[in-house]
């Protein structure tokens, strides 16, 4: 194969890290997404394969099964990438705990928890390969890598971006060759094989802190303002204003005893450009109601009373299609079942993903993608407010502070868990 032949398929960044990561102990690929740091991460770790101490176990480590199976082995099986050679000599059924590659048997761990220690505990590893380090606890990576004992044992490993703050970062990337350490830093334009209009995909996929690190691969805080982009002139539009929907989302509702209980509906405007519109709001909060607390069933019986209530200023055509409840919301949950039973709106747990969740509401705002009515005050009140905390990411964690966000938990709740339905249709 020609020189160019060869850069058509893999970038110059791409190749020096193959070289350069066998020269270390530990390997570790970050940057954006897209970028090509998995593919030549797991070429890597063919090539170490072949090579690995026969004293101990090989391993691939993950979150969990599934995105080891997704992001490992479904790659593995593309002959595009691997050959049909080596994608025959990869063998894995999902949800197995051991795979065979190359002829080797591998050892395939979810560590999400710190009780995953347990399962490398006692072990001697010759060879760990590891997906997404930065979401693994930070007890398990250290007591993987006090396995690496016998002469020739190897870590190789990627991730995305985090708080600079984050363990991974601030004890091992940044004392790098001190640790035995190689890192690789790798933006989209590393990937030779994206074309221009999915990276510009890509690129208004992401706002914020987020954009920084899917788009740029940087280790950046999450601080101050969770949604800085918010602009009441950009982002407020009278009820009256509302402009005529093609599909109504449905109702995202955040739950509480002691607390607000809120709900949440979400249209697609049908406009040239369709944007999505937070349509109405509904709140009970009992200090507002000289600390009355609810039952379910009484909240169950107000949230149901304004349901058939004016949510446009205009017949509604469209009926709203999720009900997505707050998925802790256990008692609730099956209040709403029976009370709505022959409705035709089902309820359904939300997917309660925090940051990806913050990450949604973020783009379509920053994007001008996302406008809300005036009736939907508590949301108003609250997305000015909401911060990110600023001691956890001093701990390198990204968390909000869960003060006085029911309205906001809520719209997320209804956007987030409905992006598959509402995303072709702007895209449209």
């Not at 985090?162 to 790098?176: D, L, Q, Y």
């Amino acid at each position: 194969m020609r020189v160019d032949e060869l850069e058509r398929l893999v970038s110059r960044a791409q190749l020096l890290s193959l070289v350069d990561a066998a020269k270390f102990k530990l390997a570790l690929w970050f940057g954006a997404v897209s970028s090509g740091k998995t593919v030549i991460s797991l070429w890597a770790f063919l090539l170490a394969v072949r090579v690995a101490p026969k004293t101990g176990i090989i391993v691939i480590v993950g979150r969990t099964m599934t995105t080891v199976y997704q992001n490992v082995f479904v790659l593995f099986q593309n002959t595009s990438i691997f050959g049909t050679l080596i994608a025959s000599q990869v063998s894995y059924t999902p949800g197995a705990s051991s795979a065979r590659i190359l002829g080797r048997e591998v050892m395939v761990i979810g560590a999400s928890n710190k009780e995953a220690v347990g399962r490398i505990q006692g072990s001697t590893v010759a060879l760990a390969y590891v997906d997404e380090a930065a979401l693994l606890p930070e007890e398990f990576w250290n007591m993987l890598v006090s396995r690496l004992r016998v002469d020739g044992a190897r870590l190789l490993a990627t991730m995305n971006p985090a708080s600079r703050n984050h363990w991974i970062r601030k004890n091992w990337i940044v004392p790098g060759p001190a640790k035995n350490l190689i890192s690789f830093h790798f933006t989209m334009r590393d990937n030779p094989n994206l074309p221009a209009d999915y990276i510009a995909d890509m690129e208004a996929s992401f706002s914020g802190v987020f954009y920084d690190r899917m788009i740029k691969g940087e280790w950046t805080n999450a601080e101050g303002a969770v949604y800085p982009m918010w602009d009441p002139a950009r982002h407020v539009i009278p009820f009256a204003d509302m402009p005529r929907l093609r599909d109504v989302m449905g109702i995202g509702m955040d739950y509480g005893t002691t607390n607000t209980t809120a709900a949440l509906m979400l249209g697609v405007s049908d406009e040239a450009k369709p944007r999505l519109v937070l349509m109405d709001e509904w709140r009970y909060n009992p200090k507002d109601h000289n600390d009355l607390r609810l039952t379910d069933a009484a909240l169950s019986q107000r949230f149901r009373a304004w349901l058939p209530q004016d949510h446009t200023p205009y017949p509604l055509t469209v009926q709203p299609r999720f009900l997505m409840l707050d998925p802790a919301a256990a008692s609730m949950h099956m209040q709403m079942q029976q009370d709505l039973r022959g409705t035709g709106l089902t309820p359904w747990p939300a997917v309660n993903d925090v940051l990806p969740g913050i990450q949604t509401i973020a783009t379509a705002l920053d994007a001008g993608q996302l406008v809300v009515t005036d009736r939907c005050t508590g949301f108003t009140e609250e997305v000015t407010e909401y911060r990110w905390d600023a001691k956890a990411t001093d701990a390198g964690e990204d968390q909000v502070v869960k003060e006085n966000d029911h309205s906001l938990d809520a719209g997320r709740y209804i956007a987030h868990s409905t992006t598959n339905y509402w995303k072709p249709q702007l895209a449209a």
